[in-house]
Nanobody, 120 residues
Framework: VQLQACGGGLVQAGDSLRLSCAAS????????IGWFRQAPGKEREFVAT????????YYGDSVKGRFTISRDNAKNTIYLQMNSLKPEDTAVYYC??????????????WGQGTQVTVSS
């Protein structure tokens, strides 16, 4: 399984961004794609996940109501729509493939990360 995340950038507080995670390889062998983020000096934090079988989604408390995870089967791509961005959303965002859940240990394959910076 190969994952490539992109779409990060520098935005102002209140703006929106959409991250993409293009998946290739044996993605069918894993039942979920998740997004995590890591800010400097902090632990990796769960952001959102989507079950590839039933489309069930789950969000971290800090992003609930602002972020939306979705998939495009035809493009084999998972999206993370981020609205009402805050400076505390600044981090490197990673997508990962694995078993549905919120723990980083559930996910066996990781993309390279994309930087999101939100200025106040």
């Amino acid at each position: 399984v190969q994952l490539q995340a992109c779409g990060g950038g520098l935005v102002q507080a209140g703006d929106s961004l959409r991250l993409s995670c293009a998946a290739s390889g044996r993605t069918f062998s894993r039942n979920a794609i998740g997004w995590f983020r890591q800010a400097p000096g902090k632990e990796r934090e769960f952001v959102a996940t989507i079950n590839l079988s039933n489309r069930l989604t789950y969000y971290g408390d800090s992003v609930k109501g602002r972020f939306t995870i979705s998939r495009d089967n035809a493009k084999n791509t998972i999206y993370l729509q981020m609205n009402s961005l805050k400076p505390e959303d600044t981090a490197v965002y990673y997508c990962a493939a694995g078993d549905y859940g919120t723990g980083a240990g559930n996910y066996q394959y990781w993309g390279q990360g994309t930087q999101v910076t939100v200025s106040s």
